[in-house]
């Protein structure tokens, strides 16, 4: 059974920092790339950066470039998503989701799915 469980969600005051993780389980991890997501109340889900498992490629988002760093663990089929400078347009629910092959932000693309995990910044 396919399973990714994020972690590490709060509440932070602007300019402060959190890591998120995605622990990643039933699939061959280094086969896939795994990217995280938000989504804001009435706003649609929004592609924030992604890793490939195999290269270590990684993409950003405009809006998290130089704030926003993604990393993976392969032992531990687990990927961070360390967040410094935190605003408060940062505050959505977090999901991590897995696609096969190559990375991307297209969120259409992605065959799983975890539960989410809520970042809320305050001003």
């Known amino acids: 059974e396919v399973q990714l469980v994020e972690s590490g969600g709060g509440l932070v005051q602007a300019g402060g920092s959190l890591r998120l993780s995605c622990a990643a389980s039933?699939?061959?991890?280094?086969?896939?790339?795994i990217g995280w997501f938000r989504q804001a109340p009435g706003k649609e889900r929004e592609g924030v950066s992604c890793?490939?498992?195999?290269?270590?490629?990684?993409y950003y988002a405009d809006s998290v470039k130089g704030r926003f760093t993604i990393s993976s663990d392969n032992a531990k089929n687990t990927v961070y998503l360390q967040m410094n400078s935190l605003k408060p347009e940062d505050t959505a629910v977090y999901y991590c989701?897995?696609?096969?092959?190559?990375?991307?932000?297209?969120?259409?693309?992605?065959?799983?799915w975890g539960q989410g995990t809520q970042v809320t910044v305050s001003s």
């Open positions: 039933g699939f061959t991890f280094d086969d896939y790339a």
């Open positions: 989701a897995a696609v096969e092959g190559l990375s991307t932000l297209k969120g259409y693309e992605y065959d799983y």
């Open positions: 890793i490939s498992s195999s290269d270590g490629s990684t």
